[in-house]
């Protein structure tokens, strides 16, 4: 079968563009996105496709000029709308210090979806295929990524769509050769510095040498693995409204329900809260899900990672992720003189006040006799060595093996604020006051209040 009915059966089969859509074509002048705009051209009045082209130069070359020549010459034998637009790739990559790869996709895929928007297309066609997939199959495998990674690149991706997944680049090549239309050889493509061209033309013809369909079978293989990623994705989004969710800047998992889960389901609640967190999954591989899931299981009460791009802590039974580790507190220290009202941080204030006859106790308020008990005082947060005389205990007990039993996170841990007098704990604020020091009836008391009563903010 001739390739343009293939395609158009590809495109009915798929769904991948919907008749009557808008769609913005990515040509950069090779052969790949040459084939896609005329292929795309030959069924557009069939299914009511309205064209428009992107073609973004990247600077990268002393020749992306004639690249984006060729391409206006190309719309305008058509009579399509071209948009174009020039950005030095290269550049962009030395202030960011990222990778010339990743940055030029990411600079690419930010133009297109600023044209696309701008010029009311509903959806991207790229021209990625089956070869292209079978590459990025083996980068990925090549960089430790996991089975969500390895299934590749989709046909539909939300706005994104690449309708020559299906097809082989000779088959594209010989389409183009059959129509005697021209297209651009990109030199770059010989560049033995990036990846992809290394698998290219190096690994891929060893696997041919095996099997010389090796490309349709990894690009099936592919879609093997999509399809299963399908069918888990429903779970893992189940398991997370059972066991995550957000809290402030971090998203939480419940530690023993993740522990319930077969493995493989955990990997891909974990993967799928990293996706969140991150908002990609970019230099993730399957040994920083193991690193996580060993903490989940045999790290320390309070063990963390330090991750590319996010931070991740177990904090006894709850799982933290979050884009950056928590900076350090700041030690706060404050003389209290007389009765009055107290700034702490985290916008709270300290009501002390003296009165005639006690009001009771709860978490925001502690209560101690005032005989005895002189300014000054001082509140200050929690420093190693520190002890306490615990409410209902007869002898004294570091702050830190409390802490350990009421299994308080360090960074609630550094928070935490002590009203003291000299050297003597008399209230670890919102946790737990001292014994002894408390008002016999009709004596004057000391009344400290915490206002607002949410203590979230410095405990």
Request: glycine letters at 6%; proline letters at 4%.
């Amino acid at each position: 079968m001739h390739l343009q009915k293939r395609f158009h059966k590809s495109l009915v089969q798929s769904g991948c563009i919907p008749v009557g859509s808008r769609v913005l074509v990515a040509v950069s002048g090779g052969a790949d996105s040459v084939a896609l705009l005329s292929l795309l051209y030959q069924v557009a009045d069939t299914m009511d496709l309205y064209l428009e082209v992107a073609h973004l130069d990247h600077a990268l070359r002393d020749t992306s000029h004639d690249d984006a020549r060729f391409v206006e010459q190309l719309c305008v034998g058509l009579g399509v709308p071209l948009t174009v637009e020039r950005r030095d790739v290269a550049e962009i990559a030395r202030q960011s210090k990222g990778n010339l790869e990743e940055v030029a996709r990411e600079v690419r895929l930010d133009f297109l979806t600023m044209t696309a928007q701008a010029r009311n297309c509903d959806l991207i066609a790229l021209g990625h295929h089956a070869d292209d997939q079978a590459e990025t199959f083996l980068m990925r495998l090549l960089r430790g990524a996991g089975t969500t990674g390895l299934a590749g690149r989709r046909m539909v991706n939300e706005s994104v769509v690449r309708p020559l997944l299906p097809f082989r680049r000779a088959d594209l090549l010989a389409y183009l050769k059959s129509e005697e239309i021209a297209w651009r050889e990109d030199e770059s493509n010989l560049d033995q510095a990036f990846t992809r061209n290394r698998i290219r033309h190096h690994l891929l013809p060893v696997l041919e040498s095996f099997n010389p369909n090796i490309s349709s079978q990894l690009s099936g293989l592919c879609e093997q693995m999509r399809q299963d990623d399908d069918f888990w994705a429903d779970l893992v989004s189940l398991e997370l409204t059972r066991c995550g969710k957000w809290q402030d800047d971090d998203y939480t998992l419940d530690r023993p329900l993740l522990l319930e889960l077969a493995p493989a389901l955990a990997s891909r609640v974990v993967r799928s809260v990293l996706h969140q967190v991150r908002g990609d999954l970019r230099g993730m591989t399957a040994a920083h899900i193991a690193d996580i899931l060993r903490l989940v299981s045999k790290g320390p009460p309070q063990g963390e990672l330090s991750l590319p791009g996010v931070w991740v802590a177990r904090r006894y039974e709850k799982l933290l992720f979050r884009r950056q580790k928590p900076e350090t507190t700041k030690y706060f220290e404050l003389t209290l003189n007389q009765p009055g009202t107290y700034q702490l941080p985290g916008g709270c204030s300290l009501c002390v006040s003296l009165e005639d006859r006690a009001c009771g106790e709860s978490v925001e308020s502690a209560e101690f006799a005032a005989t005895g008990l002189s300014f000054p005082l001082q509140i200050r947060h929690f420093q190693p060595g520190d002890r306490l005389r615990p409410s209902g205990m007869s002898g004294t007990k570091k702050l830190q093996d409390f802490f350990v039993d009421i299994k308080l996170a360090k960074e609630e841990r550094q928070r935490s604020l002590l009203l003291l007098k000299d050297d003597e704990v008399l209230w670890v604020v919102g946790l737990r006051r001292c014994e002894g020091r408390r008002p016999g009836e009709n004596e004057p008391v000391l009344r400290i209040v915490i206002e607002p009563g949410n203590l979230s903010d410095y405990t």
